[in-house]
C-alpha cells in the first residue's frame, strides 16, 4: 500500500495493484471503525466479496473461477445478518475469521 500516491499520480495505474491497494484500505478502516465504535453496539467487519463473474474480475483473470449466480456473495450476506456473530475488527472469508 503506498500512502503517498494512493490516487497513482506519481506512478503507473496498475488494474490490480489499484484492487489490492483498495483491499488493505478497506481492512484498514474495519479495524479503525472498530476501535472508534468499541463502546457501542455496532460491530465492524470486513469480508471476501466473493467470486462473482463481474467485469473487474475478468479483467483482473480471476473469471475462471467466478460465479455465474449469486453464490459468491455468500459471505457478505451471512456477515450482515447473521445473529450469532459478536466480535468486531476481523476479516471473514467464508463464514470464518482469517488473517489476509
Known amino acids: 500500500l503506498d500512502l503517498s500516491d494512493v490516487q497513482f499520480r506519481k506512478r503507473e495505474y496498475d ?40 467485469k473487474l474480475s475478468c479483467s483482473l483473470g480471476y473469471n475462471t473461477y467466478a460465479s455465474k449466480d449469486c453464490s459468491g456473495c455468500t459471505c457478505p450476506f451471512w456477515l450482515a445478518t447473521s445473529t450469532e456473530l459478536k466480535v468486531s475488527g476481523k476479516y471473514f472469508g467464508e463464514q470464518h475469521s482469517e488473517t489476509p
Open 15 to 54: 488494474n490490480d495493484t489499484a484492487y489490492r491497494q483498495s483491499k488493505q484500505c478497506n481492512r484498514m478502516l474495519t479495524v479503525t471503525w472498530s476501535e472508534r465504535l468499541a463502546d457501542s453496539k455496532v460491530l465492524v467487519n470486513a469480508c471476501h466479496p466473493g467470486d462473482p463473474c463481474t
